[in-house]
């Protein structure tokens, strides 16, 4: 969840030393070297991030099922969610989590790997 966080593709927007210059792809050890925190086990805000992954892992997987109708917003609203999960975790202040808002909406996008978009 983290690895797929706003928070995480900012770091990589800011560090990666060739996303988003030469190539769409962020390399093996850059994730390597992520600032990582792991929440205690008991962590209430890991148990809902957990449970809103797996929401997430059903509406795509009902989203492709005939019929299965368009669940995009649904999921939208989970991965939101769990950026403020990831943000409450790594205690980021209110004004460094909209500077990371901002860049997202910026369109640091374009710059993703599919394989990164398919994960988001």
């Not at 927007?13 to 390399?27: K, M, P, Q």
């Not at 890991?46 to 492709?64: C, G, H, M, N, S």
């Not at 990831?86 to 990371?100: K, M, N, S, T």
Request: overall charge negative; hydrophobic content about 35%.
């Amino acid at each position: 969840m983290y690895i797929n966080s706003t928070l995480a593709r900012y770091y990589h927007f800011l560090t990666s030393t060739s996303w988003a210059v030469e190539r769409g792809t962020i390399l093996h050890g850059e994730y390597k070297r992520m600032p990582f925190i792991i929440p205690d086990k008991d962590d209430p805000r890991l148990k809902e991030a957990l449970t809103l992954f797996e929401e997430i892992v059903l509406l795509y997987q009902k989203r492709d099922e005939p019929l299965g109708g368009s669940s995009s917003e649904d999921i939208k609203k989970a991965k939101e969610r769990i950026d403020e999960l990831v943000f409450e975790i790594y205690d980021v202040v209110p004004i460094e989590q909209q500077l990371v808002k901002d860049k997202e909406r910026q369109g640091q996008t374009p710059y993703l790997s599919s394989s990164i978009i398919a994960n988001r």
